[in-house]
C-alpha cells in the first residue's frame, strides 16, 4: 500500500493483457482454421483435423518448457522481450 500503483503498474498490465489475448487469438485461430481445413480438403474423419490440433498443443507445451529455461538463465525480462517480438514479427 506504501508503494502505491503507477503508470509503469498500468504499462505493464496492459503489455501483458495485450501478449495473453494474442496468444488466445493464435489458439482459435488454429481451432478455426482445423475445422476449415477439414472442409476444404475434404478429410472424411477427424482424425487429420485432431493430429493438426494435438501437434499445435505439443508445440505449444515445448515452447513454454523452453522459454522457461531460457528464462531461468537469461532473465525473464529478455525472454519476455524477446517472445513478445517473436510474436509479434512472426504472428
Known sequence: ??????LVHFCVVLSVGLCWTG???AMSAAAFLT??????????????ADVLAAVV????LAGAL????VS???GR???WRL???IAAVGG
Open 1 to 6: 500500500e506504501k508503494v502505491g500503483v503507477g
Open 23 to 25: 496468444d488466445a487469438m
Open 35 to 48: 475445422t476449415r481445413l477439414q472442409q476444404e480438403w475434404g478429410w472424411a474423419s477427424s482424425t487429420p
Open 57 to 60: 498443443w505439443v508445440g505449444m
Open 66 to 69: 523452453a522459454w522457461g529455461v
Open 72 to 74: 531461468d538463465r537469461c
Open 77 to 79: 525480462r529478455f525472454s
Open 83 to 85: 517472445t513478445t517480438a
